[in-house]
């Protein structure tokens, strides 16, 4: 699936990724997986983890923002 994760200012990463874990606001720690339904929620405080197809996991610390899940395998992290 598609990542991309987007800053006020900057891209912070893009590529394809097998799965993100995301601290949602409102349904705890959220794993998205490829063809995951599409979903839009806020993310609390906490750790963003990715795994880089066949990379080693990268982890970004998360203040406040947003989780896109798109129906075409697309997801979209704006954080703030």
């Known amino acids: 699936m598609q990542l991309s ?11 394809e990724v097998e799965s993100v874990s ?17 979903l839009l929620t806020p993310l609390k405080k906490g750790v963003l983890r990715i795994q880089e197809k066949g990379k080693k996991d990268i982890e970004f610390e998360v203040h406040r923002g947003i989780l ?10 704006l954080l703030r």
Request: hydrophobic share 50%; no cysteine; charged share 20%.
């Open 68 to 77: 896109d899940v798109r129906n075409n395998s697309k997801v979209v992290v």
């Open 22 to 38: 995301a601290p949602s606001l409102f349904n705890g720690i959220l794993q998205i997986l490829d063809n995951h339904i599409p």
């Open 5 to 15: 994760i987007l800053a006020l200012d900057k891209i912070l990463f893009k590529g």
